[in-house]
């Protein structure tokens, strides 16, 4: 079952990085709270269309699971993404790259600060190596780059987003006992709630942008259905096969994909360190899976 978290999660960070792109894509036809908002509610009403059955079955355990069910999609979807779209208006696409790469490690500390869970050498060492490969995208070759980040509020969001999803994908282990289909539904219908309030400020500051063209609508077509839907549910299954630390470093895949997309859909230029950057990820996760614990 292992290779099947193996590609469950590297699908899941091809998405993501897909993401990326068309959050460029959306400037100017969708703003980013409006997008927030409708992205879960598409995502939660399409999964809900294919599961009806099992949501009813399982209603009883979301009736008394509604708090905790709340705070895993206002901290894990809501919360992520707000920090994200607002730190990205006062801050570099670089430095926050850069500040993302520390999730995986994020994940690890807080594993070990609340369970004691320890990492081999190895798991480590392949931290340390994806950690570098995106180092080289984010720096465009140029790591000397990475020395002269200047951090500003912009940072801290951004920070403030490593921290909501690291927290999130610890606290997977205590979910409660649903089919992941109504977990999913479940967690994006906590995420809608969130993210009223957050669109109504938006809006009152005048600064909501709700789709009107093509390029809105399809952005919030794809962000609903692949980032917001797809990919959740399969890093969520990713996580119950190979555990949050494992599973984590693959989210440093995301810059390498988000370059690749950019380049194919936003015709950006492809360079040579883009390569060196993917075989740099690559070989990490791989060494932080053979360097797994004997117990994991």
């Given at each position: 079952?292992?290779?099947?978290?193996y590609?469950?999660?590297?699908?899941?960070?091809?998405?993501?990085?897909?993401?990326?792109?068309?959050?460029?894509?959306?400037?100017?036809?969708?703003s980013p709270?409006?997008?927030?908002?409708?992205?879960?509610?598409?995502?939660?009403?399409?999964l809900?269309?294919?599961?009806?059955?099992?949501?009813?079955?399982?209603?009883?355990?979301?009736?008394?699971?509604?708090?905790?069910?709340?705070a895993?999609g206002?901290?894990?979807?809501?919360?992520?993404?707000?920090?994200?779209?607002?730190?990205?208006?006062?801050?570099?696409?670089?430095?926050?790259?850069?500040?993302?790469?520390?999730?995986?490690?994020?994940?690890?500390?807080i594993?070990?600060?609340?369970?004691?869970?320890r990492?081999?050498?190895?798991?480590?060492?392949?931290?340390?190596?994806?950690l570098?490969?995106?180092?080289?995208?984010?720096?465009?070759g140029?790591?000397?780059?990475?020395?002269?980040?200047?951090?500003?509020?912009?940072?801290?969001?951004?920070?403030?987003?490593a921290?909501?999803?690291?927290?999130?994908?610890?606290?997977?282990?205590?979910?409660?006992?649903?089919?992941?289909?109504?977990m999913?539904?479940?967690f994006?219908g906590?995420?809608?709630?969130?993210?009223?309030?957050?669109?109504?400020?938006?809006?009152?500051?005048?600064?909501?942008?709700?789709?009107?063209?093509?390029?809105g609508?399809?952005?919030?077509?794809y962000?609903?259905l692949?980032?917001?839907?797809?990919?959740?549910?399969?890093f969520?299954?990713?996580?119950?096969?190979?555990?949050?630390?494992?599973?984590g470093?693959?989210?440093?895949?995301?810059?390498?994909?988000?370059t690749?997309i950019?380049?194919l859909?936003l015709?950006?230029?492809?360079?040579?360190?883009h390569?060196?950057?993917?075989?740099?990820?690559?070989?990490?996760?791989?060494?932080?899976?053979?360097?797994?614990?004997?117990?994991?």
């Amino acid at each position: 079952m292992e290779w099947q978290a193996y590609l469950l999660l590297t699908i899941t960070a091809l998405l993501w990085g897909g993401n990326m792109t068309a959050g460029k894509l959306a400037v100017g036809h969708v703003s980013p709270m409006v997008l927030n908002f409708l992205r879960w509610t598409m995502a939660a009403i399409v999964l809900s269309l294919f599961s009806a059955p099992q949501l009813r079955k399982d209603w009883p355990v979301v009736r008394r699971n509604w708090p905790a069910i709340l705070a895993f999609g206002a901290v894990g979807y809501t919360g992520y993404n707000a920090f994200i779209y607002s730190g990205l208006k006062l801050t570099s696409a670089i430095n926050v790259s850069m500040i993302q790469a520390i999730l995986p490690f994020c994940i690890l500390a807080i594993n070990f600060a609340l369970f004691r869970t320890r990492s081999t050498i190895m798991q480590m060492s392949g931290f340390l190596l994806t950690l570098a490969g995106v180092a080289t995208v984010v720096s465009q070759g140029e790591l000397r780059k990475v020395l002269h980040l200047d951090l500003n509020l912009g940072d801290l969001l951004a920070l403030a987003a490593a921290l909501c999803y690291s927290g999130y994908t610890v606290a997977l282990r205590w979910k409660p006992p649903l089919d992941w289909r109504v977990m999913v539904i479940s967690f994006c219908g906590g995420a809608v709630v969130a993210s009223v309030p957050l669109m109504l400020l938006e809006m009152s500051a005048g600064a909501a942008i709700f789709p009107h063209d093509a390029i809105g609508f399809g952005v919030v077509i794809y962000a609903g259905l692949f980032p917001s839907l797809i990919s959740q549910a399969f890093f969520i299954r990713g996580v119950d096969v190979i555990g949050a630390n494992r599973a984590g470093i693959f989210i440093n895949l995301i810059p390498v994909f988000g370059t690749i997309i950019a380049v194919l859909v936003l015709g950006e230029e492809l360079a040579g360190f883009h390569a060196i950057a993917l075989v740099l990820v690559i070989s990490g996760i791989a060494l932080a899976q053979r360097g797994k614990p004997k117990t994991a």
